[in-house]
């Protein structure tokens, strides 16, 4: 019996990231036993076998080699993105399962593949763009943005498709590795959940959830509170739970109590867990090239949950927000701006907001990306 396997290769545990735990359970849906590659010890997907990632040799890792990246950034030269060995252990560990498909969710990750010369047919989900992931931290920008740009210079050639998230990043890699890119948006499951309309005294109830990283200056979203009317309260589910950076947010709110933070839903919880809420905040300033043209998984899962969404001026989303009319864009990213426009909202509008976006929830969901996935790999 012909079996068709698919191998899908990720840092993260699938099942705690929304994409790469979607393609899997797509993958599924069309046939393929699938096996999961990653750097974890181990994963809890189930009907997915699972192959610890061993790491990759230290000469292919900037960070053991930062004055040697340094010095190729200065000549100019290029740095060898590949390995012989790596070929030959990725024999080792998948050779018995002659893979037709191989979707691969992180840069670094392709290394294997194409040092392996694999004749599966390769998909790249480029759900960031690599060169210029964290250009706002120096270090990273003048010697990992430098790897990553090694990286897609030497290795995207090799891919026969690539995904992305968002049109900003699709055109950035066409620009400037030529490289073609399909966007397939980060839509959740279908939830089909009712809109939940605000009454008259009923407080207005704010959220935000995702990962404590100090890029994104959640800071600001804690002093749009502290500017916002009575009416307002809001909520930070963040990971992870205890950071020095989460400890400086709880510091900054202080005593005020329309400010919680509160513990992490499982992924599969989040939609039904925020349907609770009213509005969904992201006001993140663009300190790099992603978080400008960011479609977050959370933008989508406020959809999803029938809420409203309040949201600084980041283009690629506030040209969905306003298109479809689900929420306010503020002027600027500062916190007052988004503060002011918060306070000058009445109970209809919010309620409006909400209707359309349990409209749009129906046409934004990942039933549409299956279709569209499933024509990707049937053509790849």
């Not at 079996?3 to 929304?18: E, G, M, R, T």
């Not at 030269?77 to 390995?83: I, N």
């Amino acid at each position: 019996m012909h079996i068709n396997y698919a191998l899908v290769l990720c840092h993260a545990d699938p099942s705690k990231d929304p994409r790469p735990y979607r393609v899997i359970n797509w993958l599924k849906r069309l046939g393929y036993s699938v096996v999961c590659a990653t750097s974890q010890l181990n994963i809890s997907m189930r009907d997915v076998k699972h192959v610890p990632l061993p790491k990759l040799p230290k000469k292919l890792v900037p960070r053991y080699y930062v004055p040697l990246s340094l010095v190729y950034k200065f000549l100019r030269r290029d740095l060898s993105v590949t390995d012989r060995r790596l070929g030959r252990k990725y024999s080792e560990l998948f050779g018995k399962y002659n893979f037709e498909l191989v979707i691969c969710f992180d840069l670094d990750l392709l290394i294997w593949p194409v040092s392996a010369n694999s004749r599966s047919r390769l998909v790249f989900d480029a759900r960031e763009y690599y060169p210029r992931q964290f250009e706002d931290r120096f270090l990273w920008k003048f010697v990992f943005g430098y790897y990553a740009h090694q990286l897609c210079k030497q290795l995207l050639r090799f891919v026969d498709n690539g995904i992305t998230v968002s049109p900003g990043l699709k055109e950035a890699y066409k620009r400037n590795y030529g490289f073609e890119t399909s966007v397939l948006l980060s839509l959740p499951d279908p939830a089909y959940l009712p809109v939940k309309r605000l009454q008259h005294g009923e407080k207005i109830r704010l959220i935000y959830h995702g990962n404590a990283n100090p890029s994104r200056s959640i800071e600001l979203m804690v002093q749009m509170v502290q500017n916002l009317d009575h009416r307002f309260e809001m909520d930070f589910m963040v990971l992870p739970e205890k950071s020095s950076y989460v400890e400086m947010l709880k510091r900054l709110a202080g005593d005020d109590c329309r400010i919680r933070f509160i513990p992490p839903q499982k992924m599969t919880d989040i939609v039904k867990f925020i349907h609770g809420y009213d509005i969904g905040v992201f006001l993140v300033p663009p300190k790099n090239f992603n978080l400008k043209h960011c479609l977050p998984n959370k933008f989508f899962e406020y959809i999803q949950a029938s809420l409203a969404v309040a949201i600084g001026p980041s283009p690629d989303m506030q040209s969905i927000v306003e298109r479809e009319k689900i929420g306010l864009v503020s002027e600027s990213f500062d916190p007052l701006d988004l503060a002011e426009a918060l306070n000058r909202v009445e109970l209809s509008d919010i309620n409006q907001w909400k209707q359309q976006s349990s409209r749009l929830a129906r046409k934004l969901n990942s039933e549409k990306n299956f279709v569209t996935f499933k024509t990707l790999i049937q053509s790849t």
